[in-house]
């Protein structure tokens, strides 16, 4: 009995010594391993528990890509972008869109938002767009992956499908977006007239509103500033600023590729968060474009920083960027011939890729750029889902390929960091459909990485 009375006391000694030393660690150092990132809940003091859906967007983990960082005995890290609650790193795009539009204006409580989107983007303004009381339409090819266009209607936008064609053409899915944020200006301005009435219930009869005042006013609303804008509202929604009983309703078009607010979203909000999750100790960054916010964002933000960080473009089938950028020259050998493709860009990734030059992409400060297959891209995402567990999208994949080319290039020790844009759950119907692969003799048969290998 005294030995029992014996050990308990030393158990309980023990355990308040272990107390004792737990608070003194943590009242000494406050930043302990397991503690998730502070930023930016440091910076804005704001706690854990976060209100609505907009304040959930953002501050996703970097992890560590374990098998291509064991490959190459470089630290290869992803940005977990699928983890916002839209699915994907357009859900911070989306947020400083119809902010800055609220900010300004442009926007207002029960307007439309209207996109032409290959998807991402569509499913982030369907996703965040009620949360400030607005609605969304949006233009989308009709060759995209199905569900797509499935989740979009799920979440309640209106969903117009188009046939692709160049962005020359007046109905390319990105022109009819404006032209419907067009015509609904112009359905608005029908009902305010109508409602101003004279002293004696008269409408008035100066009421004409014509297209090519409609499309200035529409020029004038999408002008973009490249300073003076607000930070991305970490604290609270701006959804209480607009006037849900206006009877200007309206359309506002994101116009996501030359919406210089994209671009902001990326500067101010994702680049800070890879600089703060590494500590600053990042050697380079390499991303594929689409728009080209998140590259120009995240990559002028970190060269400001520290211009020794290397940043480079990845680039799929058909596009015209990775010439752009390593030859000045913006084509590629299929346009060269004359051999015009449908999408335009001869590839099966969805998102990125582009044969034109972007305001938010003409931000960028690259060191150089790389290509990438189709091949690749799907070996690529079946290597990461056999080793890692992650079930990522083609424009993740092949953000991937070029991490392990960067890796490869700069050799062992160093630290590389991509960004994983969205899962696999919204790629099903084509990348992740085997007869789809099949047809288009893109059947996976890697074992490791020797798809790399040239």
Same mark, same amino acid.
């Given at each position: 009995?005294?030995?029992?009375?014996?050990?308990? $006391?030393? $158990?309980?000694?023990?355990?308040?010594?272990?107390?004792?030393?737990?608070?003194?660690?943590?009242?000494?150092?406050?930043?302990?391993?397991?503690?998730?990132?502070?930023?930016?809940?440091?910076?804005?003091?704001?706690?854990?528990?976060?209100?609505?859906?907009? *304040?959930?967007?953002?501050?996703?983990?970097? &992890?560590? &890509?374990?098998?291509?960082?064991?490959?190459?005995?470089?630290?290869?890290?992803?940005?977990?972008?699928?983890?916002?609650?839209?699915?994907? #790193?357009? +859900?911070?795009?989306?947020?400083?869109?119809?902010?800055?539009?609220?900010?300004?204006?442009?926007?207002?409580?029960?307007? %439309?938002?209207?996109?032409?989107?290959?998807?991402?983007?569509?499913?982030?303004?369907?996703?965040?767009?009620?949360?400030?009381?607005?609605?969304?339409?949006?233009?989308?090819?009709?060759?995209?992956?199905?569900?797509?266009?499935?989740?979009?209607?799920?979440?309640?936008?209106?969903?117009?499908?188009?046939?692709?064609?160049?962005?020359?053409?007046?109905?390319?899915?990105?022109?009819?977006?404006?032209?419907? $944020?067009?015509?609904?200006?112009?359905?608005?301005?029908?009902?305010?007239?109508?409602?101003? %009435?004279?002293?004696?219930?008269? %409408?008035?009869?100066?009421?004409?509103?014509?297209?090519?005042?409609?499309?200035?006013?529409?020029?004038?609303?999408?002008?973009?500033?490249?300073?003076?804008?607000?930070?991305?509202?970490?604290?609270?929604?701006?959804?209480?600023?607009?006037?849900?009983?206006? +009877?200007?309703?309206?359309?506002?078009?994101?116009?996501?590729?030359?919406?210089?607010?994209?671009?902001?979203?990326?500067?101010?909000?994702?680049?800070?968060?890879?600089?703060?999750?590494?500590?600053?100790?990042?050697?380079?960054? #390499?991303?594929?474009?689409?728009?080209?916010?998140?590259?120009?964002?995240?990559?002028?933000?970190?060269?400001?920083?520290?211009?020794?960080?290397?940043?480079?473009?990845?680039?799929?089938?058909?596009?015209?960027?990775?010439?752009?950028?390593?030859?000045? #020259?913006?084509?590629?050998?299929?346009?060269? *011939?004359?051999?015009?493709?449908?999408?335009?860009?001869?590839? &099966?990734?969805?998102?990125?890729?582009?044969?034109?030059?972007?305001?938010?992409?003409?931000?960028?400060? =690259?060191?150089?750029?790389?290509?990438?297959?189709?091949?690749?891209?799907? *070996?690529?995402?079946?290597?990461?889902?056999?080793? +890692?567990?992650?079930?990522?999208?083609?424009?993740?994949?092949?953000?991937?390929?070029?991490?392990?080319?960067?890796?490869?290039?700069?050799?062992?020790?160093?630290?590389?960091?991509?960004?994983?844009?969205?899962?696999?759950?919204?790629?099903?119907?084509?990348?992740?459909? +085997?007869?789809?692969?099949?047809?288009?003799? =893109?059947?996976?048969?890697?074992?490791?990485?020797?798809?790399?290998?040239?």
């Amino acid at each position: 009995m005294a030995a029992a009375t014996a050990a308990g $006391a030393a $158990a309980a000694a023990a355990a308040v010594s272990l107390i004792a030393c737990y608070l003194l660690l943590c009242k000494s150092s406050p930043k302990l391993l397991w503690m998730r990132p502070s930023w930016p809940f440091r910076a804005s003091g704001r706690r854990a528990r976060r209100r609505g859906l907009v *304040e959930a967007i953002g501050n996703t983990p970097l &992890i560590r &890509i374990n098998s291509l960082s064991d490959a190459t005995g470089c630290e290869i890290l992803g940005k977990a972008e699928f983890l916002n609650p839209g699915g994907s #790193v357009k +859900d911070r795009v989306a947020v400083k869109i119809i902010e800055e539009a609220l900010e300004s204006g442009d926007l207002v409580c029960g307007g %439309t938002v209207t996109e032409g989107s290959a998807g991402s983007t569509a499913i982030s303004l369907a996703t965040v767009a009620p949360a400030y009381g607005c609605r969304s339409h949006v233009v989308i090819p009709d060759d995209a992956a199905i569900e797509k266009s499935q989740i979009i209607q799920a979440l309640g936008a209106t969903v117009e499908q188009v046939c692709p064609v160049s962005i020359t053409h007046s109905d390319h899915f990105v022109n009819i977006a404006r032209r419907r $944020a067009l015509e609904a200006n112009k359905l608005a301005a029908a009902q305010r007239e109508s409602n101003e %009435t004279q002293p004696n219930g008269l %409408t008035h009869a100066n009421s004409e509103m014509t297209d090519e005042k409609l499309a200035a006013m529409q020029r004038e609303s999408n002008k973009t500033q490249s300073n003076g804008r607000a930070h991305v509202n970490t604290e609270m929604p701006l959804s209480g600023k607009c006037d849900p009983n206006s +009877d200007s309703k309206g359309g506002f078009f994101a116009d996501q590729f030359e919406n210089m607010a994209n671009y902001r979203a990326h500067y101010e909000w994702t680049g800070p968060e890879i600089w703060e999750q590494t500590k600053g100790a990042l050697h380079a960054f #390499v991303a594929a474009a689409g728009t080209g916010g998140t590259i120009a964002g995240v990559s002028r933000y970190l060269k400001e920083k520290n211009r020794n960080v290397r940043c480079f473009l990845m680039d799929p089938p058909g596009s015209g960027l990775f010439n752009k950028v390593t030859r000045g #020259v913006m084509y590629t050998k299929e346009e060269a *011939e004359g051999k015009r493709l449908k999408n335009p860009f001869d590839t &099966i990734t969805e998102g990125i890729g582009i044969n034109r030059l972007t305001r938010n992409f003409m931000m960028a400060k =690259l060191d150089g750029a790389y290509q990438g297959t189709d091949r690749e891209a799907v *070996e690529m995402s079946r290597f990461l889902l056999r080793n +890692d567990g992650l079930f990522v999208g083609s424009s993740s994949a092949m953000n991937c390929v070029g991490a392990v080319r960067v890796a490869r290039d700069l050799g062992p020790g160093h630290t590389i960091v991509t960004i994983l844009c969205d899962s696999g759950m919204r790629h099903l119907s084509k990348f992740f459909n +085997d007869q789809y692969l099949a047809d288009h003799g =893109l059947t996976p048969t890697a074992t490791g990485l020797e798809f790399l290998d040239k």
